[in-house]
């Protein structure tokens, strides 16, 4: 299991957010990650990274809590957040090159990789350029290049579509089912249930700092006795008609 987390219960003081929260994801698996705005899918996320403490509860990655050896289960993760993170006073590939330092990896192959994904994402010609200089998009696209050159165990991607232009999307798409093949896993939390649909095996579904229900499509159609619905149908009945095209995740 690559992820394990069982009966999780935290927040961001003494009062908890989430409540007894437990769902896992195995390797080679993309799980979709579910909710609307305070649902409790950030709060989730910033868990795993160990960003916050867990109140109840414990997450393992590859089998490690973050206490036991805090470097292996950073390691094996990599996280991409809704909202590009970049210093103004590094270039491009300086920014690779920290990637590179920070996880440890081999230089070569991992520039060889790095000089693949600036392709694909149409910035290798803009290695000497600054954050400042691009766009919403554009720094994206260098947060999904360093973790991509990571390749981790458990990609962690928030809002992965949004900033994105067409091209992008479709690229990074690619990407992820390509990694999935690879035997790696990826946790996203997406407003865009319809690609959702088409590219998670399973579903993990919040509603108010709780989970609802987690399985694949077919498991929750059989559930909620709603053969051939849509995810965004399933989503609809079990939020009692609650919106899912709001664009900001919790």
Known sequence: MVLNIEKLTGGYSKTAVIHDISFNIKAGEIVGLIGLNGAGKSTTIKHILGLLNPQAGRIEVNGIEIGEDTEEYR????????SPILYEELTLNEHIDMTIMAYGLEEGMAWERAEQLLKVFRLDEKGEMFPTHFSK??????MLICAFIVEPDLYIIDEPFLGLDPL???SLIELMVSERTEGRSILMSTHILSTAERYCDRYVILDDGRLL????IDELRD??????ASLDELYLSLTGGAGSNESTPS
């Open 75 to 82: 390691r094996a993760l990599a996280y991409i957040p809704e």
């Open 137 to 142: 998009g554009m720094k994206q696209k260098v």
């Open 168 to 170: 992008g999307i479709e």
């Open 213 to 216: 229900v987690s399985g694949t």
């Open 223 to 228: 559930g909620l006795g709603m053969p051939g």
